[in-house]
C-alpha cells in the first residue's frame, strides 16, 4: 500500500496529493528540475492562469510526494529547472509579486517595524532576527502581547484534539491588531470542541496574533506557534541551528522568551529538512532545552514535535510512533504524526508510548491528500476511527471550508463541518467555570456593532480578539427538522457587540422550545447567583432561560426563568422564577433587560440554555404584549415566531462593577504626528497609552476608544462638541490613531477610552479616563 502511495505521482504529476497543502511552492525556487517551458513563454500566460495552477497545485499536492519527485527529476535532469521556474512563477504570481521585467511601477519600501504605523502582528523569517531579539524593539511588539490569561492550564487526561489552523498561509486578515474592515474574514468559534490551537505559516517563526491567542484563552484553549525549517533555505537554518550544543541551547531560549513574552503556550516544531547524524544530539538538545525551559518559565506549556526527522538524521515520515521518532517524543510534550498512517500503526501507540498516549497526535489532513478517510467532509471518518482507538486527533488545515468556498455559505458551512467533530468526537470545554460571566455572542466580525443596544459603528469590521465566549448551538444537515432555527446574525441589529441569536420559525399557542446556549460545570457557593439578559421579539414570541442544577450524588433540578404566563411549564420543570425587567432601553427600541436572582448552595450548573415558548391564551398574548412593546398590535400570526437574544451575564452580589474614576488613569500621547493634506484639513496619527496609577487592569478586557471634536466656531452644521465617533476597541492599554482626518477650524480633540469590564458593563462615557489634544497650535 505505502509503494503504490509513492508511485501515483507517476500518473497524476500536476493534480498530486497532498498532506501539508501550502508547503507546496513556497520555497520551490531554490530547487532544481526539469521542463520545456521557456520564459518567454511564460510572458503569455495570464497572471488567472498562474493563480489557476497554483492553486491546483496547492489543493492537491502531498509534500511527502513533491519530496520524491524532486529528488527523482534532480537525479535524471541535473542542469534543466525550467519545470520548477514555471511553478515558482505561479506561486509569486500567486502573491501579488511580479518580475521587473512585467511590472513598471516602483517596489514599496521595505517594512520597517522601528516605525509607527497601523499595528500589525508579523513573523520572523531569520535566525539572525531571532538572535537578535530585534524583534522586542519594534514599534508593534507591544500591540502583540496577548490580554487574556490561560484561565485553567491543567491538561485533561484523555484524548484530545489538536487544531492547526494554516488558513492561506496565515497573517491575512488576522494580522491587523486593531481589526480590520472584512467582516467576511476568517473565523474559528467552535473552540468548546478542541483543546490545543497551532497558529502555522511557513516563515521560519510564526509568532500567533494576539486575536487567537485572546479567543483561544477565553475559550479554555492552549495556543501554539510554530517554528518550521524546509527545503534548502530551511537546511542552512537548521545546519546553523543545531551547529553547536551552544547555539541550539541560544535560539531555544529565544523561542521561549517570545512565547512567554507574548502570552502564548509554546511550539510546534517542524523540522522539514534532514540534519547530519553528527549534529542529532545537538537537534535533542534544542528540542529539550526549548521544553524545560518553557515549563521553567509557564508551567503548563507546551512542546509538541512533528513527526518527520528520525534520530538517524533524515528527512523520513513515518506516519506512526515508533524507535526512529520516539526519541525527540521523550524530551517533549507529545508529537504530531503525519497524516497518511494506517489503522495498523494505531495498535502501537499504547505498547510504544506507554502512559503517554494521549500525547500522541494523529494528523488529519482537512484538503484529504492522502489523509485516513478523505478529509473534506469525511473527517469524521479519521476521528471515529482515533476515538475509537483512544488517541488524540490533529486536525490541519479546517480553513479548507473557507479556502474552497464550501457551499451554501461559509457561516453555515462551517457550522456544519464543525457539528460532524463534535458528533465524532464530543464536547472537549466547558464553560462558564467561574464567575463573573459574559457573552454577546460576538463572532470577532459583523455587519455593524452596539454598546447597549446603541449602535456604535455602521460599517463592516473584523477583529476575533472581541469574540466572546460562543454558545454550543446545535446544528444539522437537515435544518427542516427543527421548529425554530438558531442562528448567531449579524444583519439582525445587536444589543452588544456584532452578534446576537436569533431564533426564527414557527410555534403554535402553548408549544416551548429549547436551544442549547452553553455546557458548564459552574459550583454554586453560598451567594445567590444573578442573571441578566437582553431580549428584543415579537410581541407573542417569549424568550426565558432555561437552566440545569445537579449535585455530588447526582440529583438534578431544571429552573425556567421567564415571565408570568408560565402554567404551562408547572408540571414540567422542577421550579418557574419570574424574572423582573430592569429596565427598557430608551435609545434602542424594543430591547428588553431582564434579571433574576437564584441561591443553589452546593449545585453545579451543568446547563444553559434558551427557552422559545409561546403563552396558552390569546389573553396571555395581550398582557405579553404590553409587557415588551408600547404598541399592543401583533406584528405576526399565531404560528410564526421571532426573537432575538442579545447577551447574557452572570455573577455573584459581590461581584458588581467598580470603575476607577477618571482621575485614577494616566492616559499619555506618543509618536505624536500632524500632516496637512491639499483640502486644508490636518491628519493625525498618535499613539495613546494609559494605565491605572495603582492597581492592575486584568477585570477590564476591554476599551472603547471615541474622539469628541470641539470647533472654535459656532456654525451648528460644523460645531462637533459633545458628539463622540467610535474609533474602535483596544484589549490591551493601547491605541494607535492612524491618519485621522481632523477639519479645518477644529479647536481641540478629546480621545475617551471607555473602559469595559469582564461581566460585560462599560463605564459611563462622561466619567471614562481620556486624552486632550490642542489642535489649533499644532
Known amino acids: ?423 465524532s468526537w464530543g464536547i472537549s470545554q466547558n464553560y462558564p467555570e467561574v464567575l463573573p460571566f459574559y457573552s454577546n455572542f460576538d463572532q470577532g466580525r459583523g455587519l455593524h456593532s452596539s454598546a447597549e443596544g446603541r449602535q456604535v459603528l455602521e460599517t463592516p469590521w473584523n477583529n476575533l480578539s472581541s469574540q466572546g465566549f460562543q454558545p454550543f448551538l446545535k446544528f444539522s444537515n437537515d435544518a427542516n427538522l427543527e421548529a425554530i432555527q438558531v442562528s448567531v446574525n449579524f444583519k439582525e441589529a445587536s444589543y452588544s457587540g456584532g452578534g446576537n441569536i436569533t431564533f426564527k420559525g414557527t410555534l403554535e399557542n402553548g408549544d416551548h422550545f429549547i436551544a442549547r446556549l452553553f455546557r458548564s460545570e459552574l459550583l454554586l457557593g453560598d451567594l445567590p447567583v444573578h442573571f441578566t439578559y437582553s431580549v428584543k421579539s415579537e410581541e407573542n414570541s417569549l424568550v426565558g432561560l432555561l437552566l440545569e442544577f445537579s449535585t455530588p450524588t447526582k440529583k438534578t433540578k431544571s429552573v425556567i426563568v421567564a415571565s408570568s404566563e408560565t402554567n404551562q411549564f408547572s408540571s414540567k420543570f422542577s421550579e418557574v422564577i419570574e424574572p423582573r425587567q430592569v429596565k427598557r432601553q430608551e435609545t434602542a427600541p424594543g430591547w428588553v433587560v431582564e434579571e433574576t436572582s437564584i441561591a443553589m448552595n452546593g449545585y453545579t450548573i451543568t446547563g444553559i440554555n434558551a427557552l422559545c415558548y409561546r403563552p396558552e391564551s390569546e389573553n396571555s398574548m395581550l398582557r405579553i404584549q404590553s409587557r415588551y412593546s408600547q404598541d399592543s398590535a401583533s406584528t405576526c400570526s399565531p404560528a410564526e415566531y421571532f426573537a432575538v437574544l442579545g447577551d447574557i451575564a452572570i455573577r455573584t452580589s459581590g461581584q458588581n462593577s467598580d470603575f476607577p474614576p477618571y482621575s485614577s488613569w494616566q492616559v499619555e500621547a506618543q509618536y505624536l504626528k500632524w500632516t496637512s493634506n491639499s483640502q486644508g484639513s490636518k491628519i493625525l496619527s498618535v499613539k495613546i497609552s494609559w494605565k491605572l496609577k495603582h492597581g492592575n487592569v486584568s477585570q477590564f478586557p476591554k476599551y472603547n476608544i471615541y474622539v469628541a471634536a470641539k470647533q472654535s466656531d459656532e456654525n451648528p452644521e460644523r460645531r462637533l462638541e459633545g458628539s463622540r465617533k467610535y474609533l474602535g476597541s483596544a484589549h490591551m492599554e493601547a491605541f494607535f490613531v492612524c491618519d485621522l482626518d481632523v477639519p479645518s477650524g477644529t479647536e481641540s480633540l478629546k480621545f475617551i477610552i471607555q473602559v469595559c469590564s469582564v461581566d460585560g458593563t462599560s463605564q459611563k462615557l462622561d466619567g471614562s479616563p481620556f486624552l486632550l489634544l490642542d489642535v489649533e497650535n499644532n
Open 1 to 423: 500500500m505505502k509503494r503504490k502511495r509513492k508511485n501515483r505521482w507517476l500518473l497524476i504529476i500536476f493534480p498530486t496529493t497532498k498532506q501539508n497543502r501550502t508547503k507546496s511552492t513556497s520555497k520551490l525556487k531554490n530547487q532544481s528540475a526539469s521542463s520545456h517551458v521557456s520564459t518567454a513563454s511564460l510572458s503569455h500566460i495570464t497572471s488567472a492562469a498562474m493563480l489557476n495552477i497554483s492553486h491546483l497545485l496547492r489543493n492537491y499536492i502531498n509534500r511527502q510526494i513533491l519530496v520524491t519527485v524532486r529528488n527523482f527529476l534532480n537525479s535524471i535532469h541535473q542542469k534543466s529547472h525550467s519545470l520548477f521556474l514555471f511553478i515558482t512563477r505561479s506561486q509569486s504570481q500567486s502573491n501579488g509579486n511580479q518580475s521587473s521585467t512585467t511590472n513598471d511601477d516602483d517596489p514599496p519600501p521595505p517594512f520597517d517595524p522601528s516605525e509607527p504605523s497601523v499595528p500589525i502582528s508579523y513573523p520572523i523569517k531569520t535566525l539572525q532576527e531571532l538572535e537578535s531579539g530585534a524583534y522586542f524593539d519594534s514599534f508593534h511588539y507591544p500591540f502583540n502581547r496577548s490580554s487574556v490569561p490561560l484561565q485553567n492550564g491543567a491538561f485533561p487526561d484523555r484524548p484530545r484534539i489538536l487544531v492547526c489552523h494554516d488558513m492561506r498561509g496565515g497573517y491575512v486578515d488576522d494580522k491587523w491588531v486593531q481589526g480590520g474592515t472584512n467582516a467576511d474574514a476568517y473565523a474559528i468559534w467552535h473552540w468548546y470542541l478542541m483543546d490545543i490551537f497551532v497558529y502555522f505559516s511557513h516563515n521560519l517563526v510564526s509568532l500567533p496574533p494576539p486575536c487567537w491567542t485572546n479567543t483561544a484563552h477565553r475559550h479554555g484553549v492552549k495556543v501554539l506557534g510554530t517554528f518550521i525549517t524546509e527545503w534548502d533555505e530551511g537546511s542552512i537554518i537548521a545546519d546553523k541551528l543545531v551547529s553547536t550544543k551552544e547555539s541550539a541551547c541560544m535560539y531555544a531560549e529565544r523561542l521561549a522568551e517570545l512565547a512567554v513574552a507574548l502570552g502564548f503556550d509554546g511550539w510546534l516544531i517542524n523540522m522539514e529538512v534532514g540534519v547530519s547524524e553528527g549534529k542529532v544530539p545537538n537537534l535533542k538538545e534544542f528540542v529539550s532545552h526549548l521544553t524545560n525551559t518553557m515549563h521553567s518559565a509557564l508551567p503548563g506549556s507546551l512542546i509538541i514535535w512533528y513527526d518527520s526527522v528520525t534520530i538517524n538524521g533524515m528527512l523520513s515520515w513515518q506516519n506512526q510512533l515508533n524507535e526512529k521518532n520516539k526519541p525527540f517524543f521523550d524530551i517533549c510534550d507529545g508529537i504530531f504524526v503525519n497524516y497518511l498512517w494506517t489503522v495498523d500503526a494505531l495498535s502501537f501507540i499504547s505498547p510504544v508510548a506507554g502512559d503517554r498516549k494521549y500525547d500522541v497526535y494523529m494528523g488529519i489532513d482537512v484538503f484529504g491528500r492522502g489523509t485516513f478517510g478523505g478529509g473534506q467532509w469525511k473527517t469524521n471518518v479519521a476521528l471515529d476511527v482515533l476515538k475509537k482507538s483512544d488517541v488524540s486527533a490533529a486536525i490541519f488545515a479546517p480553513g479548507w471550508v473557507y479556502e474552497t468556498n464550501q457551499p451554501p455559505d461559509f457561516q453555515t458551512a462551517q457550522n456544519l463541518w464543525w457539528s460532524l467533530v463534535e458528533k
